[in-house]
């Protein structure tokens, strides 16, 4: 294949419309910057330590799922106030937390194929976690990413398809509109989570590694039964975090509901098409 196109662009120019607007239109959105130096170092500290085990396909992916309850800072970032304003602009005030992982992509790994995060129905690897019909998935980049070290790679605006090539269950080895990002330690990744996307191999010096957060708006809820949370562990946490672990199966839906019914509101600022002009 031909080599990619790279998103190179000025992130930290973008508005609060444009970072919106990016995300549902795109797919995809970086925040440089959203960790400080201390933050990060404290964080690598924390995770270069971390016991990790090697993904089915290559020994130079690894990584450690339910990390949740971790504690200390790991625990700490689910509540990070400026990405929290940003999901609360994107999603609304009511958020929960989905899942939460680390990964670390070594020098030798082969890039993870394009895939989606989203399966409507369930599936073997995702679980019915993925069934939720929006999630955001936050990648805090601990090490930095170049054209050599694992880059993002995307499919812009596939999330969108309504054709058959579109299936959410499907992975490619490549796609020749797939774009690379690349990016600085401290920088998140926000992910529409049906979007396809992935990494390249990593043929550099230094492994990448990152936190991933999965994000959820509470009315958008799973289609089938999944696991609650440890009811002790919850009340463990800080307050800051405790409100992202309501129930995972809460969904806000009106089965029976009417043509008519009674209390209609006139204004959902959430829906204005005007918010991608936002400041």
């Given at each position: 294949m031909s080599a990619p196109r790279i998103d190179d662009r000025d992130w930290s120019a973008l508005t609060s419309g444009e970072r919106i607007r990016q995300i549902e239109v795109e797919g995809y959105l970086l925040i440089p910057d959203l960790l400080t130096p201390e933050h990060l170092a404290r964080l690598k500290a924390i995770t270069d330590s971390l016991e990790t085990t090697p993904v089915d396909?290559?020994?130079?992916?690894?990584?450690?799922?339910?990390?949740?309850?971790?504690?200390?800072?790991?625990?700490?970032?689910?509540?990070?106030?400026?990405t929290v304003a940003f999901l609360r602009e994107l999603l609304g005030e009511d958020i929960l937390l989905s899942h939460y992982g680390y990964a670390r992509s070594e020098p030798g790994h082969p890039g993870i194929s394009l895939h989606t995060d989203g399966q409507p129905y369930g599936s073997r690897i995702f679980g019915y976690l993925g069934s939720v019909p929006v999630m955001v998935r936050v990648l805090y980049y601990l090490d930095d990413l170049t054209r050599e070290v694992s880059p993002f790679r995307v499919i812009p605006r596939s999330h969108l398809s309504m054709h058959a090539d579109g299936n959410p269950y499907q992975r490619f080895e490549s796609h020749p509109e797939e774009v690379m990002v690349t990016a600085k330690a401290g920088s998140a990744m926000f992910i529409n989570h049906k979007v396809f996307h992935g990494n390249f191999p990593n043929v550099g010096d230094w492994p990448r590694s990152m936190l991933a957060i999965a994000y959820r708006p509470a009315w958008a809820g799973p289609v089938q039964k999944v696991e609650a949370w440890d009811p002790q562990a919850v009340a463990a946490l800080p307050d800051a975090v405790r409100p992202f672990f309501g129930d995972r199966n809460t969904r806000h839906w009106i089965p029976e509901g009417g043509n008519k019914p009674p209390d209609m509101a006139s204004q959902a600022p959430g829906i204005n098409p005007s918010r991608w002009e936002r400041k």
């Open positions: 396909y290559s020994i130079h992916q690894r990584g450690r799922s339910d990390i949740q309850f971790f504690g200390g800072e790991i625990t700490d970032l689910i509540a990070h106030p400026p």
